[in-house]
């Protein structure tokens, strides 16, 4: 370092240069030999400003030496002042102690003594001059860098002495709020052991600290900065104050956490981003669509509106409790999956008790800024279509089984039916001629034999004949077989109206009108499908009995048969209308069969038509459309 030439100022009256008198001064020489700037004069100086050295060694003490002593310490503290006199007595040292003599020397005295003690004066001048100039240049750095960074100082505690404005403005302090507390408060908890121990051990060594931290503001928000530390020692190689330098790279960090959000918007799935405290930061688009968000904010802070199961082979078990925010939701579903707790499928439950199954994968990669750190993603798959038709394959099954069974049974009541009626024929000829009175009790045993048979044939066209072919049937019929086979529990349920007539047992039907191209079985489980969905909706609700109503309207034009079934049930919820065919949202399946309402949208889409469902009237109104089916004579 360079360093500024020493300045000696050598006051004296006594004689120099002239060796034959006896009033000659001996110190003159040995103080030019010095590598220094060395003024001798015989006046007292007015100014002291760039004195180094001030030695006086006058042949008299008197006021005005102690007076320019203590006026050079007043001017230039820095200054290092010598008296040599022959002057001995208690008064005249307690005075130049008052005004701060760096040293006082009794004559008689070697010229080797003067050299020594000013030596040593200038080698102390000149670390001053060092430790001043070193002092300022730091001041000039930390003013520096006070304008670009963010600086904290700090005792060897930790305890902060001083901290910029771009700092307080940052964190959202006042300084006096910070000076005089320890910095890990405004440090986030996980860094507290990393920089109580290895950066404490790098800076005891000698070492400079460079990596990423996160400190936190006042409204308890992380701040990423990329920061420096290192120690100020003192002489003896001890910390006396460490020093923070950083700067603030959360805008880097967002670019990063931008990018991930990019990368999972991408994704077909429900995705969920995480950082490495296992919170929840970002969803993708897709889930907030299917929520209704459009912000991350909202999405996270709103409560759910569904429950979690994770599949076990003891059944179902809960995974998040009700009332929990989504936030709550998606972070116990991640720590449970991420712990290996949880290692099946996760099933989501709607409030209507609809249900939809995802496995789960999750995939983790570092993070860009602290590579100590990982991001970790959330996948949820959603596998409901495959439930679905697995579902659906074991109800076909399920109908096939009952088909046969319909067929066996039809078969055997038959038979015993066929007795029945013959006897009965023969009964009522004897009474004819021996108990004519008791003609009128066999009306009634008619009247219920005709319900059985009546209920007998639906059972048989429900089950069909094992040979699904496309032939004309009458919509009508189709119609009163299906509502002959949920009458048994229909009836206590709700009154059936069909083209403004109760439905009974008893009802006839035109077998000529309404004709379309199809399969008749098939057709009847659409309306079964639907009328016990209706008859699910009326068990949940609270509707009087009087009050319930389910109507049943067909008609046909040149082209198309149109057939509306229509409830007062309450509706179907406005969020499921566009998704009502997606998949089953029948009721129990101990009621409703397991039949969802997409198996009758594939009948009738089958067939060549089109199903649409609405609101009105308080109730649900499936729409359905069918060809018409007119036959074609032959011409000759």
């Known amino acids: 370092m360079m360093i500024d030439i020493i300045k000696i100022v050598y006051v004296t009256d006594w004689a120099i240069g002239n060796s034959s008198l006896s009033n000659k001064d001996p110190f003159g020489e040995v103080l030019l030999g010095f590598d220094a700037e060395v003024s001798i004069q015989e006046e007292l100086p007015d100014f002291f400003d760039d004195i180094d050295l001030l030695i006086l060694h006058p042949m008299q003490m008197n006021s005005a030496i102690f007076e320019t002593i203590s006026r050079s310490k007043s001017e230039n503290p820095a ?17 130049a102690i008052d005004v701060g003599v760096d040293k006082y020397l ?44 963010l600086l904290i100082r700090m005792e060897e505690n930790g305890l902060i002495i001083e901290l910029n404005d771009l700092l307080c403005r940052l964190l959202g302090y006042q300084s006096d709020m910070m000076i005089g507390s ?85 994704e077909s799935s429900l995705t969920v981003l995480f950082d490495h405290r296992y919170e929840a930061i970002l969803v993708n688009k897709k889930y907030l669509e299917l929520n209704g968000f459009t912000h991350n904010k909202e999405f996270f802070s709103s409560c759910a509106l569904c429950s979690w199961f994770a599949e076990t082979p003891d059944g179902l078990k809960p995974i998040t409790l009700k009332g929990w925010s989504r936030k709550e939701v998606l972070e116990s579903i991640f720590t449970s999956v991420f ?165 009974t047992l008893a009802s006839t039907y035109d077998t000529t009108s309404c004709m379309t191209m199809g399969i008749s079985n098939r057709l009847e489980q659409v309306w079964i499908i639907m009328l016990n969905n209706a008859l699910d909706e009326f068990e949940k609700g609270t509707i009087a009995y009087e009050n319930r109503r389910v109507d049943i309207r067909f008609h046909c034009n040149q082209d198309i048969i149109i057939i509306t079934i229509s409830d007062n049930a309450g509706g179907i919820p406005e969020s499921m209308l566009n998704g009502i065919f997606d998949f089953a949202i029948s009721g129990d399946k101990k009621q409703s069969m397991g039949i969802g309402l997409n198996v009758a949208k594939a009948i009738i889409e089958k067939h060549g038509g089109s199903v649409r469902v609405s609101n009105e009237n308080h109730g649900a109104v499936f729409e359905i459309v069918l060809k018409k089916y007119e036959e074609t004579l032959d011409v000759v």
């Open 79 to 95: 200054i290092k002042t010598v008296v040599i006199s022959s002057a001995h007595g208690s008064d005249l040292f307690l005075q």
């Open 106 to 149: 009794l004559k008689p005295l070697l010229p080797s003594a003067v050299k020594k003690v000013a030596e040593r004066l200038i080698r102390q001048s000149i670390e001053a001059k060092q430790a001043q100039k070193a002092y300022k240049q730091i001041n000039l750095m930390f003013g520096a860098i006070s304008k670009t960074s």
């Open 339 to 503: 712990s290996g707790d949880i290692k099946g499928r996760l099933v989501m439950e709607y409030l209507n008790q609809s249900k939809q199954f995802f496995t789960v994968h999750i995939s983790s990669m570092p993070n860009p800024m602290i590579r100590s750190e990982e991001y970790h993603i959330l996948y949820f798959i959603d596998v409901t279509p495959l439930e679905r038709l697995k579902e659906d394959k074991i109800n076909d099954a399920k109908l096939m089984s009952v088909g046969r069974l319909a067929a066996a049974i039809t078969h055997e009541i038959n038979t015993p039916i066929t007795y029945i009626k013959g006897n009965l024929e023969l009964l009522e000829w004897e009474c004819e001629d021996k108990i004519p009175e008791a003609l009128s009790l066999f009306e009634p045993i008619h009247e219920g034999i005709v319900r059985i048979e009546s209920i007998v044939n639906s059972m048989y066209e429900f089950a069909g004949t094992g040979k699904e072919e496309m032939k004309p049937c009458n919509i009508h019929t189709t119609l009163v077989y299906a509502l002959r086979i949920v009458m048994n529990r229909s009836k206590h349920i709700v009154p059936i109206w069909i083209n403004g007539e109760l439905f």
């Open 182 to 266: 320890h910095w890990m408060r405004f440090v986030e908890r996980r860094f507290w052991n990393f920089l109580r121990s290895l950066v404490r051990e790098r800076l005891k060594s000698g070492e400079i600290y460079r990596g990423i931290l996160e400190l936190l503001s006042a409204k308890g928000e992380p701040i990423t900065v990329d920061s420096t530390i290192y120690a100020i020692r003192n002489q003896r190689g001890e910390i006396e104050e460490i020093v923070c330098i950083a700067q603030d790279v959360s805008e880097v960090n967002r670019a990063i956490v931008a990018s991930m959000e990019q990368l999972i918007d991408y």
